[in-house]
């Protein structure tokens, strides 16, 4: 009996501490599993918070048009949020393409309306000029133009074609006035849209100096204005940065060419003729004396009287007159 009793009873034990390594075993499972699903389930919950702000992606400059990729959505902690900041499901971010920033906004700055000026709206034109610069509007056509491929942005040169009249005629001639101007709009249109198709328009507003606007104002009366696209990839910038290159104004140009540098069937007025040289220079003559005659003759075989005066006669030698007598000598006897 004892022997069974004592097998029984390390039966018993074997069973319960099998079962409590198992039921131990078990528990840590579940408690490692439902750890690593809170981990799982926890970024996902901070990935998509409540409120998203429109804020900026790239550094935007006072007076520059905003693209579509200057803008993005940015996570916003929940809380007191200021009513001019702008969140995603009350307006789409292509309300705001197209507008100019009244001040500049830093990578990831909240997009403010009352820092930005709407297009169409009053004092739009005005923002988009820098400090102390003016615009002035020239016509544009399909050949003035570049057929049209001109756009807001863009960086052209002004050349005027005219005709010049002086004492020697007319004369045609292109010269480059401006150089690297700033186009800020195409008719009314200040921005370009992917997709357009080329639109021919009717007048290009340029961004210049106040003396600048003069010289092409007084250029539109003078003759025809035409705009020359430039690179993007302007050699003259060098190393400078492309925010850089942005902010430089126009200058003045400095080049032209006239029509007999295009055809040379043209001949140039300012071709002076080689001056006339003196008849004494020029006239390969001989005197001949004949007597008291003077006539010059050219090699050419042509004779001409000699316009000096001939050489005074000399007069004739003096007839002996008669006088008296010198005395004689009485002769002598031999």
């Known amino acids: 009996m004892n022997s069974k009793r004592m097998a029984f009873l390390l039966l018993a034990v074997l069973v319960a ?11 840590e499972a579940e408690r490692a599993a439902i750890v690593a699903q809170a981990v799982i389930q926890r970024p996902v919950t901070q990935a998509k918070p409540a409120i998203q702000v429109l804020v900026a992606r790239n550094a935007v400059r ?55 000026v709407m297009p169409g709206s009053r004092g739009f034109l005005a923002a988009v000029l820098k400090s102390g610069m003016r615009a002035v509007s020239v016509p544009a056509t399909a050949t003035s133009a570049v057929s049209g491929f001109i756009y807001a942005g863009d960086r052209v040169d002004v050349l005027l074609t005219h005709v010049l009249t002086s004492q ?35 007048t290009a507003t340029l ?8 010289i092409v104002t007084l250029a539109v009366k003078m003759g025809e204005l035409s705009l020359v696209l430039r ?69 050419d075989g042509s004779i001409s009287a000699d316009s000096l005066p001939p050489p005074p006669l000399m ?8 006088g008296p007598k010198p005395p004689t000598m009485p002769s002598v006897p031999r």
């Open 17 to 27: 501490g099998a079962t409590a390594f198992l039921a131990r075993a078990w528990l």
């Open 62 to 116: 006072t007076g520059q048009i905003i693209k579509p990729d200057d803008l993005r959505w940015q996570p916003w902690p929940q809380g007191a949020l200021p009513p001019s900041y702008v969140v995603e499901g009350k307006r789409p971010i292509a309300d705001f393409v197209g507008a100019v920033a009244r001040s500049s906004f830093h990578v990831g700055e909240p997009i403010v309306e009352i820092e930005i």
């Open 168 to 202: 020697a005629g007319q004369l045609s001639a292109t010269e480059t006035i401006l150089r690297n101007a700033r186009v800020i709009a195409m008719d009314q249109k200040l921005d370009f849209t992917p997709g357009d198709k080329p639109d021919i328009a009717k």
């Open 207 to 214: 961004e210049l100096t106040p003396k600048q606007t003069e």
């Open 231 to 299: 690179s993007l990839q302007n050699p003259d910038d060098g190393e400078r940065d492309q925010a850089a290159a942005d902010e430089q104004p126009a200058e003045l140009g400095y080049s032209y060419t006239q029509d007999n540098q295009v055809s040379r069937l043209i001949k140039s007025p300012t071709a002076a003729e080689p001056p006339a040289a003196p008849e004494a220079v020029r006239s390969n003559a001989v005197i001949l004396l004949r007597g008291s005659a003077r006539t010059k003759q050219d090699l």
């Open 315 to 322: 007069p004739p030698p003096d007839v002996a007159k008669p």
